[in-house]
């Protein structure tokens, strides 16, 4: 009987082969088929014998036992993909008793490197074929088995690899194609955007932010969700983990290794960039900003300050009687001596005596203004009766005089 039910395995395994169109792909050696005989007591092939092979002769049975060696040897003990996905099916296996059958559960390095990992991956898209209405993600079985983060985190690093070889540019593909499924279905059970920042742990990577590779599935889920609003949204999220120090430490100091991740750098610094309201800087903060306050001597001949002198039209246009005269910025940054001798000596150089001589007339109206009398700036000046006559400040306090008198009269 031994005989005639491996002759039957055999020939159910090919009727499936033929039936369905499916290879086989492995030649081994002839083991012992307890595989077989399990599919053979469950197979319903399997009971279908013809009454004429009841009976046979020892030498039939020798011959024949002689060739279903010989048929069963070509096919292998191992059989292809699809006839072990059909059988599954068969059965009613589910995508969690199959991952668990083939041992996938054993950990998450070189997983998709397993070729179990594709005979699974291949029992999915026959269910998923024959049952359209209730297809199975392989990401639901992954994520339950190993969480999010790390599922994550093994994809990002298989698309962060080189594409050396065929066989890597496949695994490529699937790990795309697992990204989108587990991106798809953070979206299905309406998880927010902080809401996956939070589950991949990115808001505790602190500098470490960019060399994790599960931010890349967080941006691409943000773009996916989000659309044209990404930018925001992004900007929202990163800007309540961290603050702006933190931020721009970060973006400041971060040198992804990857490519791809060096990409996603920089299109977060931009958009933070662009939420970050605009700010109006002071004439103070822009003196500053243009290095005027590098020394006073220099400030009538520095080519930046054309730039703030249009700068401050601007800002007395947009808030009329709001702005400080210039003379008032000069005067806190240098002091009205310092200024007043600067002023005079810059009278006397063509270059820029036009442009000093309408600085120092604003510095007189600002001394009226506030009521100094000449006796006030003669004492500034440390004007001495004896050597004021020669003394090259006496020339401020000269015009300054001349200036009160004009006006005072």
Known sequence: MRFYFILLLVGSVLCALLAHGAALVEIGEVKTSSGFESLGRSSPLAKRESPSTQVV????????????????????VKLSDKVRARYWLWRGKSSEDVFKRLKLDGGLEKLMENPKFF??????????????????AMTDVLTKTYGDLALSRMLESVLNARRSSQKSRKLMKVAATLALQQRQGWERTGKSTDEIFVLLKLNTAGNDLFHAPELSSWYKYVVRLEKDNAKTVMAAVLTSHYDDAA???LFREANPPVRRMRFVRLWLETAVAKSRPRKTLSQ???FKALKLDAGVDTLLTSPN?????AYMRKLSAETPGKSTPMIKTFTNFYGDEALAKMLEAARQVP???KVATLFQTAQFSQWLREGKEPTVIWKMLKMDKATWTTNPDAQVWYRYNDFYKARKL
């Open 305 to 309: 300050l054309a730039k703030w002198v």
């Open 57 to 76: 002769t020892d030498q039939d049975a020798e011959e024949r036992s002689s060739v279903v060696a010989d048929l069963v040897r070509l096919v292998g």
């Open 351 to 353: 270059k820029t005596a």
């Open 284 to 286: 103070e903060e822009y």
């Open 119 to 136: 005979s699974w991956m291949t029992y999915i898209n026959m269910y998923n074929k024959k049952n359209p209405d209730k297809k199975m």
């Open 247 to 249: 931020l721009s430490k």
